[in-house]
């Protein structure tokens, strides 16, 4: 039997347990402690139905905001919070019901909008069902361009868990999606990255930023939640932007190769074909917006076994990626011998940094590093050309 909060024993089970939890309880500071040894079976049950989307921590944090939803009340006259006492029946019963009709709905839809106020493209480039590219303007190409403050968005549909925290299952999946089309917007020269200028305004009115931190925000249904990012992300997002020098069709070509990749980079019937591609990208992505070099350099080699590992009993990682790679990349003897070499080199590299035999990039080591991401930028290209004619074929293959 399943183990679902849509099937009656599983919830009979689950909710047995809350509301004994709930009946041992305490408040403190206005706040329901439910990360107690009085709760534990009650998450432990209700992550046999919700584990894919949320966590330990997720479970007992919505049995905490049921406290605030049920037993919090604001006095209008006095302008104070009036404490709702736990042991009461009814409020419980509340509590009980709110709690568990939340995790029933798991996974949630969300709409996240990551602020990308440097980014101005038409009023909406649509690149996938998940991914839109938004903007105030409304003008056709070139005209669009200006030079004030834009509320650009980059929004992204995703399901799961979100609430707080950029690890949970929803926000996870979104930052994934996000990796993955600006990798893409990188690889074909849609994207650079700019400076911001001192008189653009980076928060925009639904957006805002603490000491360098940007948060994006997650809607669901009418409710809305901030959630912090990365720096390093938010970094990126404040500076990337369209080449102003592009003409109109020149965008919409590079578009086109974008759109029709997202097409498939999350359909269902692709994802065995796709699916260490989408890695590849992501950790080409993390190692363009990493700020210490050395690092850069690390994700860059992960980027490259996402990409090309398949393992092979008896052959080491080095020469197995040299080998593939040699032939992904090249048509005669001399050419693949010469690309072994170069990732032989950025293997012994990167084995010295992981074993601490060096503590970062020398000016030859340098080189090397360019070398590995002109590798990865180069491999993604082939890979991802041979994975659109295999899609095509398979589309062609259903009309027929």
């Not at 042991?87 to 969300?110: F, H, Q, R």
């Not at 549909?157 to 930052?175: C, K, N, P």
């Not at 032989?344 to 080189?367: C, M, N, T, W």
């Amino acid at each position: 039997m399943t183990h679902s909060l849509s099937n009656e024993k599983s919830r009979e089970s689950v909710e047995k347990k809350l509301r004994y939890a709930l009946k041992r309880s305490e408040v403190v500071s206005s706040v329901l402690r439910t990360w107690t040894d009085d709760f534990e079976d009650f998450r432990k049950d209700a992550l046999k139905s919700v584990g894919q989307w949320a966590t330990d921590q997720d479970v007992a944090y919505i049995a905490a905001q049921a406290y605030s939803k049920c037993c919090i009340q604001f006095d209008r006259g006095d302008g104070v919070f009036k404490l709702v006492d736990l042991v009461d029946e009814k409020n419980i019963e509340k509590m009980v019901s709110w709690t568990l009709e939340e995790l029933a709905s798991l996974p949630a839809a969300y709409r996240f909008d990551f602020a990308t106020p440097q980014l101005h493209v038409p009023a909406e480039i649509r690149l996938n069902d998940d991914v839109t590219l938004r903007s105030p303007y409304s003008k056709p190409w070139p005209e669009f361009r200006l030079p004030q403050a834009t509320d650009g968005i980059a929004r992204i549909l995703s399901l799961g868990y979100a609430s707080y925290s950029r690890q949970q299952s929803a926000v996870r999946d979104a930052i994934s999606k996000l990796k993955v089309t600006f990798q893409l917007g990188n690889i074909y020269g849609i994207f650079i990255r700019k400076r911001a200028d001192r008189n653009i305004n980076l928060t925009g009115i639904n957006f805002s930023q603490k000491d360098g931190v940007q948060y994006v925000y997650a809607k669901r249904n009418e409710t809305s939640q901030a959630i912090p990012i990365s720096a390093n992300l938010s970094q990126y997002l404040n500076e990337v932007s369209i080449p102003t020098t592009y003409a109109a069709e020149e965008v919409e070509k590079r578009l086109h190769h974008v759109k029709e990749v997202m097409g498939m980079m999350y359909h269902q019937r692709a994802e065995k074909n796709i699916q260490s591609i989408r890695r590849a990208l992501e950790w080409s992505f993390d190692a363009v917006i990493d700020e210490d070099e050395t690092t850069q350099f690390i994700k860059t080699c992960i980027g490259l076994e996402a990409a090309l590992t398949d393992q092979v009993e008896g052959m080491g990682i080095t020469e197995q990626l040299a080998d593939r790679c040699a032939f992904l990349l090249n048509k005669t003897t001399e050419a693949r011998e010469d690309t072994r070499r170069k990732m032989r080199k950025i293997y012994q590299l990167r084995s010295k940094i992981v074993h601490g035999a060096v503590l970062g990039l020398s000016p030859e080591d340098f080189k090397i590093a360019e070398e590995a991401k002109n590798m990865l930028t180069a491999i993604l290209k082939v890979e991802i050309t041979g994975v659109i004619n295999w899609w095509q074929d398979e589309l062609s293959k259903r009309l027929n």
